[in-house]
């Protein structure tokens, strides 16, 4: 079958570059994804949305998204999932600078986003404890999303426009000729294509691999913990990062919690996910280890239950920021790969500016080379406020 551009991977990235693509007149568009859309990392993501970062370039970025994750119905037809609760992020006085600068530029940038003293959080959060707090960076109209029925929506919208989607359809191997992606062999027949765009996230380097090619990824461990919270804890609460603490956590329903580390694993890198298992049991062990940095904070989170956990992987590079960018080997892959775990809230704006790219278009949310895989080797890596790539 042949295709002007064919997407592998059904993940959030790939579902909003078919969507942009197929609605931005890019021809014949096919979606290929080997089990079904949702199914890799972005069904294991807790799909925070935060605008707190330390670049102009990502902060644009994940403005741009969020306002189609809180207008999904309307701008591209189905549901998000989106629900603004706000998100408020904590620092030590040894982060309060950056603090300051980032909402700095936050702001100048359109972002709504001020600092809180710890009596104005106390006022929002009765039950917190300021130990170790100098100040909190605020988003009244931030939150968190449904990661799987987001990139249901793209897809759905692609197909809409045009697009195909073939679901358990997996690239078994890739045909190249010279510097030209020829042919992708799949379980589904082959595929050729003027543009493949390589959207298989945390598999990136074993997608590569069939080229003879990588990008500098690494594969990171991640372990979500649930809460299920007292009684003096129901309803909803903001989306929090505590940088003193190393968690972050948002609700799940009236009753629940999830939560996560901000740093993920970085100890035990692997190269792909084939070094994990990622049907591993969240135990005892990281329930009392997140269990204490919760109740240092909030400690009336140590009455909350342990409801189980999951384990999901990042795509990390070495600036914790995305690939995204036609390869350096092959003139007709296009990379979308890296998200360094925080992709999700940057999906729209991804498959904005991948498309935008791939179509020849003078016009860019940001300037392509920020994000060009070139930066690994001019090094020229963007810079980070904080000790926490995650929140880069
Ligand atoms: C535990 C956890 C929590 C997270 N929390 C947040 C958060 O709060 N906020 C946030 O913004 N981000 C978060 N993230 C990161 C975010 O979820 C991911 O960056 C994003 O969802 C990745 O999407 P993707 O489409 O790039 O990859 P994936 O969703 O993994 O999609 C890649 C797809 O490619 C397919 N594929 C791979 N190889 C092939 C092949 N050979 N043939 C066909 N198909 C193939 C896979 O089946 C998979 O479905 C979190 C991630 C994890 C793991």
Known sequence: MRFDVVV??????????????????????????????????TGRSTAVVRLHYSTPE??????????????????????????AVGFMMFVGPEDYDGLRKNVD???????????????EVRQILPYV????????????????????????????????????????CEVKSVKADGRRVERLE???GYFEADVVVNATGVWCNDFLAMLGAEVPVAIMKEEI??????????????????LPNNFYMRPFADHHTYMGSINPDTENPGKTPSAFNLEEKVGIDTAGRYGDAVSNRFPDF??????????????VTPDWLPVVGFSRHYENLFNAVGMSGHGFKLAPAIGMHSSNIILGKKQHIIEPSFL??????????????YRYGVIS
């Open 8 to 41: 592998v991977g059904g993940g959030s990235t790939g579902t909003s570059i078919a969507y942009y693509l197929s609605a931005n007149g890019a021809g014949r568009v096919a979606l290929l994804e080997r089990n079904w859309v949702g199914w890799g990392q």
């Open 58 to 83: 990502i902060t644009k970025m994940a403005l741009e998204s969020w306002r189609v994750l809180k207008d999904m119905e309307k701008l591209v037809g189905g549901p998000s999932g989106f629900t």
């Open 105 to 119: 530029m936050q702001r100048s940038v359109g972002v709504n986003s001020r600092i809180l003293q710890p009596d």
């Open 129 to 168: 404890s300021s130990t170790g707090m100098a100040a909190a960076a605020y988003e009244p109209e931030s939150g968190y999303a449904d990661p799987v029925a987001t990139a249901q929506t793209f897809s759905s919208a692609a197909v809409t426009n045009g697009a195909k989607l073939f679901e358990k």
């Open 186 to 188: 799949t379980s589904s």
């Open 225 to 242: 913990v649930v809460w299920k919270r007292p009684e003096n804890l129901r309803g909803l609460h903001p989306v929090v990062g505590d």
């Open 302 to 315: 140590a009455k909350a239950e342990f409801a189980g956990g999951w384990v999901g992987l990042y795509d």
């Open 372 to 385: 060009d895989e070139k930066r690994f080797v001019e090094k020229k890596l963007a810079e980070k406020t």
